[in-house]
């Protein structure tokens, strides 16, 4: 059985053409999900690869409106692979929660995945999933208080997003029976996302029967960033595609 | 009379803990011990101590008389905050900190910082305290704060440049929280403005509030009419006017960069400018934002007000109208340092001075009865790279580049 892999890449980098061709050998290359970053100017829980990505997506000219606009048309494209959108409260709370959530509805988006609007701190980001059918996922880390986890999953979250080493996204992770039996625990009450430092298929398989979907990002944006310096938007296609086939083996 | 909460975490709408859930935990950890320290006598004690001993409290009031005299109104009042160890506020707030940091366990300390001055505190205080120290700053500002990032080295500190963002203040505190966010465990991040996640509004407040306990001892019998601070965090302000925030007067006023004049990224003005609320780093207030969230780059002359955000409880205090804000211009700025070092004999730091370029303002209009108390929060030497270059620019030109030739001279 081939892994289910939610990949992540961001929007308009290192342009919009690119980043929705992109998007489009993700879907190609076997991908479940995508999980799509709207750029913010200081994304403090990312890497340098994913941040770096983000400086140069907005220093190109990205606006949320071009978010927009590449989540329908790769929704258009690929209508089997169901899109997240990852971002930042700035950019949430600056449109407006609520007018934020409806209009990702209305783009076709999933889920929302808001690492600084943490359930209790969410400005009415939840109650906005809610009400617009759009889950909201909370992204926790394994050394979470047990307390602060059963108050999250209260919240009957559809989904849950594990990162599962503390710290930022980027670097290797090493997976211990410890981390596989909690995701394992968890997954038996909700669907698990887990990323965090995934960057090769050995890691993907030793992680999907732990999670229900393995996340892998930087490593992905790493190879759009060698991909586009090597050989432009062509080039970036078919690195990615061919990445995500040997991920979901 | 009752006791006010040292820990509040909103401010009216304001402030708040809006982290990624890796970061709750140590904020939490950090809560907890921030309240039992300071409900612990021998904290306190040791506290004050060392305020006395190290940062050479209580700092001067002086009665400027010269420039109240030219003025021609209120008597002017400075509260030489500057003169203390390392030559700004910011180390009242960084031994503070590092007593926390010490009775909790931790092993390491980590700082951002923009100009300089905070870094430089920190790295003091870790030197004095035993403490590892990495600071980071943006590459911009290390190239434009030399002088800062060599006393930072000599004190022992790691200074890591920052090349993410824009590389200044704001990008150097992303960086400094996912180290944390990787080391809580056994490292503090020594914050050093009155901003970000709870509790650090608050637990920088009440360090710096020495400032203002002691103007409330230094102006009995005066009349004052109004308290001036420069504002870029706020961490100066809200410690200077913290015992006046319950009571009607004086009028307290903060002023923010005006940088050269207005316009999206030429100044850092929130308040009254062209900032919105927003939720950025770890806590909800006004930030100059576009209307996508993103955050804009800002400008001053003095790189300690050159913020996009500010303190969450000056944010409110300013919606509620207790605090006032006004805003200097880069030209009044520097007007401010030459009147000052002319008529008082006092060079200010270009963020204070932004204060005085107010007081200036202000003091003719008010009667010569009334005393108007400005916060010196910093003194003017680390800005000597900055300001020598536009105040007499040939002659500083000229002296750097024969230090370069002496200095190449001699390597042959």
Request: glycine share 10%; with cysteine.
């Amino acid at each position: 059985m081939k892994a289910s892999l939610m990949t992540h890449m961001v929007a308009g980098y290192p342009d919009y053409e690119t980043s929705l061709e992109t998007a489009r050998a993700l879907a190609a290359g076997g991908a479940s999900y995508l999980e799509i970053q709207f750029p913010f100017s200081d994304p403090s829980a990312d890497g340098p690869a994913i941040q770096a990505a983000c400086t140069e997506a907005l220093a190109a000219g990205f606006r949320v409106e071009d978010g927009w606009r590449l989540v329908e048309t790769i929704r258009k494209e690929c209508p089997a692979v169901p899109v997240f959108l990852m971002s930042y409260a700035s950019i949430v709370v600056t449109k407006g929660v609520e007018g934020f959530a409806a209009r990702a509805r209305q783009a076709g988006v999933s889920g929302l995945i808001i690492p600084d609007l943490a359930p209790g701190a969410d400005e009415g980001l939840y109650e906005a999933g809610k009400k617009h059918g759009l889950a909201v996922v909370p992204v926790i880390v394994p050394s979470v208080p047990s307390g602060r986890l059963e108050a999250i999953l209260a919240l009957k979250p559809e989904w849950v997003y594990t990162a599962i080493r503390a710290g930022i996204t980027g670097t290797h992770t090493t997976l211990t029976p410890e981390l596989k039996a909690f995701l394992a625990n968890l997954n038996a009450r909700t669907k698990v996302l887990a990323g965090f430092g995934i960057d090769s298929a050995q890691q993907v398989r030793d992680l999907r029967d732990s999670a229900h979907t393995v996340v892998v990002g930087s490593a992905l944006v790493r190879i759009v960033a060698e991909a586009f310096q090597k050989g432009g938007k062509a080039l970036v296609g078919r690195e990615v595609e061919a990445k995500v086939r040997e991920l979901v083996g | 009379m009752p006791v006010k909460p040292v820990y509040n975490d909103f401010f009216g709408p304001f402030g708040g803990r809006y982290v990624a859930e890796v970061l709750r935990a140590p904020l939490d950890e950090l809560e907890a011990a921030f309240k039992s320290a300071m409900a612990d006598p021998a904290f306190l004690d040791e506290l004050a101590l060392v305020q006395k001993e190290y940062i050479g409290r209580p700092t001067p009031m002086l009665h400027a008389r010269n420039a109240s005299k030219i003025l021609g109104g209120a008597q002017i009042y400075v509260k030489l905050e500057g003169l203390a160890n390392t030559g700004a506020h910011k180390i009242n707030n960084a031994v503070g900190q590092i007593l926390l940091a010490r009775r909790m366990g931790k092993k390491r300390i980590i700082a951002e910082t923009g100009a300089g001055q905070h870094g430089v505190a920190t790295a003091a205080v870790c030197a004095k305290f035993g403490f590892p120290c990495t600071v980071y700053m943006g590459e911009v500002d290390i190239a434009r704060q030399r002088p800062n990032v060599y006393l930072m080295e000599l004190y022992g500190a790691q200074v890591v440049s920052v090349k993410s963002g824009s590389r200044t203040l704001k990008d150097a505190v992303n960086e400094a929280l996912r180290d944390w966010a990787g080391s809580f465990a056994d490292t503090h991040y020594l914050l050093g403005s009155a901003l970000g996640p709870s509790p650090f509004p608050d637990m920088v407040r009440e360090f710096q509030a020495v400032i203002g306990r002691e103007v409330v001892e230094q102006t009995r019998g005066l009349d004052v009419a109004a308290m001036i601070a420069c504002v870029g965090g706020g961490s100066n302000s809200i410690g200077f006017f913290e015992p006046f925030i319950d009571a009607k007067t004086p009028r307290l006023i903060g002023v923010e960069a005006g940088g050269r004049g207005p316009g999206l990224g030429e100044n850092a003005v929130r308040m009254g400018g062209d900032a919105r609320p927003g939720v950025v780093q770890g806590y909800k207030s006004y930030f100059l934002l576009d209307d996508d969230g993103q955050v804009q780059d800002t400008h001053s002359v003095s790189a300690g007000l050159d913020y996009a955000g500010i303190g969450p409880q000056l944010a409110y205090l300013g919606q509620t109208g207790r605090v006032e804000f006004a805003s200097a211009l880069d030209t009044e700025v520097i007007d401010a340092v030459k009147f000052f070092a002319r008529n008082e004999g006092v060079v200010f730091a270009l963020e204070s001075a932004h204060a005085g370029a107010v007081a200036i303002k202000l003091a003719p209009t008010l009667p010569k009865d009334k005393a108007l108390v400005i916060n010196m929060s910093g003194r003017g030497d680390k800005d000597i790279f900055i300001s020598a270059k536009i105040i007499t620019p040939e002659p500083w030109i000229g002296f750097l580049r024969r230090e370069v030739e002496t200095y190449d001279a001699g390597k042959k």
